[in-house]
């Protein structure tokens, strides 16, 4: 089976550029998540969807990130302008419904924003 | 406080010892509980879930204290390979059910 797959791996930016990072959730897995896991620390949720509508989105800075998932399968976030302090890795993870099952992770977008 | 709280050590133990790793959650309404398991610049996995009776897998043992609102990990035998860190991830009813994760205990087994 395949896993969730994330693109690209690793992205350098300048501050204030953007940058958009990509994931494909496993088959038939209706919620996904976004996660920002910066070094040390573990990671800390973003956006959560439940096929393509948002069940939370509260730690999400929404003055600078977006997210969607249009079709309830691939989902895309971006950040538009970075700051050095989104330097982190972005993982993706989904699970077949989101109440007491496994999540399954990608290997993560490692962003630097220079 | 924050809703999921991890010392995050290292915990530094031969091979062969017993370590124990603790996870205090805020939410007393949160249902779900797992361990999961990450390697250096590698992506969370997960190691086991949490039941309410306790559950053990192999050498790993968890357990669930709801009184006190803490989930523990028990690692009995250690080998080099455990090596690594371990977050506990904690599912509160939100908009639907939402896992936090703690920031990871580091453990590090030596010969």
């Known amino acids: 089976e395949a896993g969730v797959a994330q693109s690209p791996r690793y992205k350098i930016i300048e501050k204030r550029q953007s940058v958009a990072f990509w994931c494909n959730p496993i088959?038939?897995?209706?919620?996904l998540y976004w996660y920002q896991q910066i070094l040390g620390q573990g990671p800390k949720l973003l956006i959560q969807?439940?096929?393509?509508?948002?069940?939370?989105d509260s730690q999400l800075p929404k003055d600078r990130f977006s997210a969607e998932r249009l079709k309830g399968v691939d989902s895309t976030l971006k950040i538009q302008p970075a700051k050095l302090e989104d330097s982190a890795v972005y993982l993706c993870?989904?699970?077949?419904?989101?109440?007491?099952?496994?999540?399954?992770f990608g290997q993560g977008t490692r962003l630097t924003v220079v | 406080r924050k809703e999921v709280e991890q010392d995050p050590g290292p915990f530094n133990v031969p091979e062969g010892a017993t370590v124990a790793f603790n996870c205090t959650y805020s939410?007393?309404?949160?249902?779900?509980f797992f361990w999961y398991r990450q390697d250096c610049r590698k992506e969370p996995k997960l190691l086991m879930s949490?039941?309410?009776s306790g559950n053990e897998d192999g050498r790993f043992t968890a357990q669930l204290n709801r009184a006190s609102q803490y989930i523990s990990l028990l690692i009995r035998d250690s080998k080099l390979s455990d090596s690594a860190t371990y977050l506990c991830?904690?599912?509160?009813?939100?908009?639907?059910?939402?896992?936090?994760f703690g920031r990871g205990t580091s453990l590090i087994v030596h010969p």
């Open positions: 993870a989904s699970s077949l419904v989101s109440q007491n099952t496994e999540a399954f």
């Open positions: 088959s038939g897995h209706a919620t």
């Open positions: 969807f439940q096929n393509n509508g948002v069940v939370d």
């Open positions: 939410n007393s309404a949160s249902q779900s």
């Open positions: 949490v039941y309410s």
């Open positions: 991830v904690v599912g509160s009813p939100g908009g639907s059910y939402i896992p936090t």
